[in-house]
């Protein structure tokens, strides 16, 4: 193997691990932010209102986050 397609395969390898990372710290910081704002209590179960809250506040971090991203995409 030449050291040149050893390269790139390790670059697209890092590219990959660094994809893997910043979806674990998206899913980290949803998980976060909608636990500190939905969750008053912890139960055994979630009741309706946090259920739903946690829902709504997934599906909002989720948009804004995807709105920023086509933002800096389009600055590019």
């Known amino acids: 193997?030449?050291?040149s397609k050893?390269?790139?395969e390790f670059q697209t390898?890092?590219?990959?691990?660094?994809?893997?990372?910043?979806?674990?710290?998206a899913i980290s910081k949803l998980t976060e932010t909608c636990w500190d704002?939905?969750?008053g209590k912890p139960g055994s179960k979630l009741d309706?209102?946090?259920s739903e809250c946690i829902a709504n506040?997934?599906?909002r971090f989720l948009d804004s986050s995807s709105f920023i991203m086509q933002r800096l995409m389009k600055k590019q």
């Open 57 to 59: 506040c997934a599906e």
């Open 1 to 3: 193997m030449s050291d």
């Open 13 to 25: 390898f890092i590219e990959q691990e660094n994809q893997k990372a910043a979806i674990q710290a």
């Open 6 to 8: 050893s390269n790139n």
């Open 48 to 50: 309706r209102a946090e």
């Open 37 to 39: 704002k939905c969750i």
